[in-house]
């Protein structure tokens, strides 16, 4: 069964060497600002019914992102995707912040 957040989600500095979020369901707001993923960042078919903060994160590894639906604002300003990065099939159903993104590989 997927893991379920009803209420407000605060990953906020938070490190994390293998990320896997997937199929998880976020009903409240989450925030990822300035977090650390590691080798693998795995949100593939997860739900963000609210709004998703990820300004500052770096992902450092493999990000996917596949399927992901996001029903409210996500903000990447500023965020930094060093491996390769997935959103195949991915829905943004709201604005979406890329400002100043940063991607090596």
Not at 77 to 93: E, N, P, R, Y
Request: with cysteine; aromatic share 20%; hydrophobic share 45%.
């Amino acid at each position: 069964m997927p893991a379920e957040f009803n209420g407000y989600a605060d990953f906020t500095r938070a490190t994390f060497d293998w990320a896997i979020f997937q199929h998880t369901k976020f009903f409240g707001p989450v925030d990822f600002r300035s977090a650390r993923f590691g080798v693998i960042s795995d949100f593939s078919e997860t739900t963000f019914a609210d709004a998703a903060e990820f300004r500052g994160a770096r992902f450092n590894g493999t990000t996917n992102l596949q399927c992901a639906s996001f029903a409210a604002t996500a903000d990447f300003t500023g965020a930094q995707f060093i491996g390769s990065v997935d959103l195949w099939g991915a829905k943004f159903t709201d604005p979406i912040g890329f400002p100043h993104i940063e991607s090596r590989s």
